[in-house]
């Protein structure tokens, strides 16, 4: 991300109540120091520019949420192997403990800082001295970012407070008070949202210019989002084929872009070299050296002391340390056995291979599998030190050919050309083709690439939850989460939220 001179933040609280952790939490507590003053924005250009890349700065720090609420939920995390005492918070995620009492993400996950963020710039910039070009491109991306966060939320609360102007004063507390709009009504603000950015993008299909690596929205990733969306919309707002279709239109536009493709090696989307113009990459979120590394995944990897008796390598005697030695974290979030055979066994796969390794324990002349050191976004050693600068992909090309599959599928047609593309990529010559076949086995299939393609990129859960309930339930371990039991699809809240706010009503089910 560029850089700015400038180290302002807003001292507006966007919706106050969602910072509230307990009770005792004082408004001013969580004030901001500084903030750029209303008037500077709409006199000044240069404030404005701060309050665009503070928007994406603020977006970068919600990274570790997005990735939890969509993926920790999934089959791919398990009380499985690892070498380490668990997480417990995780471990809430994967073994769906979740109660009144036991509520992960509280305060609405902080989405709401980012949300007054997104709700300044809407509502300033229109009278702002920057430039018309500039003024409706980020005017488009923010009206699409705000669209992505108010996607999040639905899908992880469903019905959640609506606010689309900024928060100018705290000092009269009932007028902060909000109820949760139904989940319909967040949706149709989600859909206007996303039709304001493509009508500010103006047909302008183009990668900004500000960067040479893909890290500012486009009109190409809220052609993604759209397409996201209205396969939400469903399958769970009875959307039925007109929003497929409006799916399909979205997402083989996007397909068809000469500027977007799948890149031969799959590494290539998470190599620090190959960032800049990545065919593949829509929208990520960026990550430098001296400016923000990526520490989401540090209980995905291990202590050095582990590292020293762990064999990455039985054939070699290879330990971790030796392969990975500047790499230290922790192993405290497992997979199952059954999760590691099913994605190693079989034909050569580049996708676990660039994705993870396992770790086995020896005694005596046996190598067993201890546990996974995920790799993906490990970064690279720089100057003697492990350096996690990997650009976090938000949405990329093969994303968009899966969920495109997942339209025609839903629609009674072919999605074998594009499942093959994945798989063609993922295993190259020879690999076996996907023929079309009913729309139970062709979502199957569509899953099943899915499942191996976005390993740690907080994409699974939803994917389950987008293709519907009977996938939820054919994925995850009836242990952990079974029919009966969908309200836990949603998050609660939290007892706190409620005293806070009056209006707020606890989530159904809980």
Known sequence: MKKTKFSYSIILLA????????????????????????????????????????MYASFRGYQGTFFTLGEMRSEIWADGLYTESEDAGLKNYYT??????????????GFYNLIDRLNTIITLFPQSPLDDVRKNRYL????????????????????????TEP?????????????????????????????KSLELF?????????????IYWSRPATLTLKGDVHLWSAEHFNGGAADLNTAKAALEEVKNLPSLGLNANYADNFSQAREAGNREIIFAISYERDQAGLGTYGNFLVNTTQAGTLFIDPLTGQTVANAYPLVAGASRVGMSPEMITKLTSGPTDQR?????????????????????????????????AQVYNTDFPVYRYAEVLL???????????????????????AYGAGYTRYTNGSEQQNLTAILEENLREFIAEGKRWFTLRRMGNEFVFAYINPQYLAPGQEYKFLLPITQSMMNLDPKLEQTPGY
């Open 96 to 109: 769906h403990n979740i109660t009144r009492d036991i509520v992960p993400a509280g305060g609405w996950g």
């Open 352 to 384: 676990i291979q660039n994705t993870f390794r396992v770790m086995y324990r020896r005694s005596g002349t046996t190598y067993n599998p201890a546990g996974v050191l995920l790799t993906k976004f490990i970064g690279q050693v720089d100057a003697g």
């Open 202 to 214: 103006a047909g302008d299909n183009s990668f900004n210019s500000l960067s040479s690596k893909r």
């Open 15 to 54: 919706f106050a109540l969602s910072l509230f952790t307990s009770c005792e939490k004082k408004l001013e507590e969580v004030a901001s120091g500084t903030s750029i003053p209303r008037q500077a924005v709409l006199t000044d250009p240069n404030a404005a520019l701060a309050l665009y890349y503070g």
């Open 403 to 425: 969920m495109l599959a997942e339209a025609k599928a839903k629609l009674g047609e072919d999605p074998s050309a594009e499942i093959n593309a994945i798989r063609a990529r």
């Open 140 to 163: 488009a991306e923010s009206y699409a970012l705000r669209a992505y966060t108010y996607y999040t939320l639905l899908k992880t609360w469903g019905g959640v407070p609506i606010t």
């Open 167 to 195: 928060v100018s004063s705290v000092s009269d507390l009932p007028a902060l008070y909000r109820e949760r709009a139904k989940p319909v009504d967040v949706m149709t603000l989600i859909k206007a949202d996303i039709e």
